[in-house]
């Protein structure tokens, strides 16, 4: 991965027609609803169900699901809250600082927008967002991939080890999950795929010219 601060030009005709969707500090609404969801959970262990996105259980009139399965907690622990809710903060901060407000906000409308899109097609619930996290931090990783972080707080590593690890995960579970959780995940990663599946698509052309110029020159 390789450091590109560019989003595809379209975005540009779309910012200048619904620039209105941006929305600033987009991290911190985000946080803010990860710490809802774990106080509500801590409370109740029944939130957990109602927080969730159901398509049947909002047909039935619990609109609220659309909105509240991104409030799923991304752990129960309070200690791993204080970080995951630091790390999903400085992702999105990252993006936004990269972006602007808009591309950064229309980047997390994406993958939710599609992931709502999908569960409702397929009846196909929504009940954990740690892949929706994951796509957040996958595009700060491809803008950054030399950035270091401290994984636990204590030991430096750059981004892109961290995403490449992600990635080989992500492999694994599409490889062993059905077909419906292939779907989701997909979905969910619908804005990473948009934003930078073309410069990936160029890399990989790229690395194949330049060994066939070697192969070539090699003989």
Request: glycine share 8%; hydrophobic share 55%.
């Amino acid at each position: 991965m390789a450091h590109d601060g560019r989003a595809p030009r379209w975005l540009s005709w779309l910012e200048r027609r619904v620039g209105w969707l941006a929305i600033p500090q987009l991290g911190i609404l985000l946080v803010t609803l990860q710490a809802l969801g774990f106080l509500m959970i801590l409370a109740s262990p029944n939130y957990y169900f109602l927080l969730a996105l159901e398509p049947h259980a909002v047909m039935a009139g619990q609109v609220w699901r659309v909105v509240t399965f991104l409030s799923l907690p991304l752990t129960t622990s309070p200690l791993w809250l204080i970080f995951t809710l630091w790390f999903m903060y400085f992702v999105v901060n990252t993006l936004e600082a990269e972006w602007g407000a808009f591309r950064a906000t229309f980047y997390v409308l994406v993958s939710v927008v599609v992931t709502v899109a999908y569960s409702f097609a397929t009846g196909y619930p929504v009940t954990d967002i740690s892949h929706f996290e994951s796509s957040l931090f996958l595009a700060a990783a491809a803008l950054y991939p030399e950035y270091e972080v401290s994984l636990f707080m204590i030991l430096p590593i750059k981004m892109k080890w961290l995403a490449l690890l992600g990635v080989g995960f992500l492999g694994m579970e599409l490889w062993n999950g059905d077909w419906g959780t292939r779907g989701l995940l997909a979905a969910t990663y619908s804005n990473y795929l948009i934003f930078f599946g073309p410069l990936h698509l160029d890399q990989i052309k790229s690395a194949i010219r330049r060994r066939r110029n070697r192969g070539r020159f090699g003989r």
